[in-house]
């Protein structure tokens, strides 16, 4: 068990009447509990708290008019998540995924699991399946790009990335979740905070679902997945973006943490692959 201190700052000017659409709250599940929270709005205005898709995200729905509008999070957060050995890890039949699972094995906006189900068959469709097949994605997926803050924009796409071979983390997760669907495992999108993430931000990595369970992977190594506090799940970033808005607006200011809670040791993760962690 460890707690997290997440937490954001978000200042706009808007310039004409708004509608946000936010997700930045923290998730609420068997593996991840709200110890403390607050969201404070300057001015202070009404929120509309909505839950949306299959997988129950947490949407807050504000409607401004002009001004200057800040946005305040803050929780505390307790991780318990489960772990165990990859080694045990297989993959699970399509013929006896749940229904509710088969969504992911399908393409959606950034990632085009159909353009890029021959690439990822040539690469990875020979290697032993399980857990350590997902990581192998994960690991070339780390060693073929750069990570570069500013390269790709709002429509850049797996295929893109695949091609260019730079990215953030958002790219890196739909790449491999891509390359994953492409060879038939169910992968998703995943956003949140990650503990003690350089430079801080809102932070995308994966889920594969393996042996009947969610498990995470972050293909940039940028944390630890020990460290990742879960916001909202989706076919991709297009599905739990943290901010959609709707009115003339620009962003001022932002500011994303996560650090451990007060007395907490930092959890261990040595790197190697074999501990599996899940938290859905």
Known sequence: MVRIDVGCDLTY?????????????????????????????????????????????????????PCEFQVSYRATVELTPQTQNSNDIGESPISQTPA?????????????????????????????PGF????????????????????????????????????????????????????GIPARYVAG????LQPPDFHGFMEAFLDGKWYLFDPTRLTSTLGLVRIGTGRDAADVSVATITGSVQLAQQAVWATLANHDTDPVDDGSGTNAVSTA
């Not at 709250?25 to 403390?36: G, L, T, Y």
């Not at 088969?102 to 469709?125: K, Q, W």
């Not at 690991?139 to 260019?164: C, H, K, M, R």
């Open 100 to 128: 509710e699972v088969l969504t992911y094995l399908n393409p959606s906006r950034y990632c085009e699991s159909d353009l890029l189900s021959r690439f990822a068959f040539e690469e990875f469709g020979q290697l032993y």
């Open 193 to 196: 905070y990650a503990l003690n």
């Open 132 to 183: 350590s097949r997902v990581q192998a994605i994960c690991n070339w997926v780390f060693e073929q790009l750069d990570y570069t803050p500013g390269s790709t924009i709002a429509t850049t796409t797996a295929a893109d990335v695949l091609l260019q071979r730079t990215g953030v983390c958002r790219d890196y997760a739909h790449l491999a979740i891509a390359l994953c669907r492409g060879i």
């Open 13 to 65: 000017q808007v310039r004409t009447p708004t509608v946000f659409l936010f997700q930045i709250v923290a998730a609420r599940n068997s593996r991840q509990r709200i110890c403390a929270e607050e969201l404070r709005l300057t001015p202070p205005l009404n929120v509309e708290r909505c839950q949306i898709g299959t997988d129950g995200n947490q949407l807050q729905r504000v409607v401004v008019a």
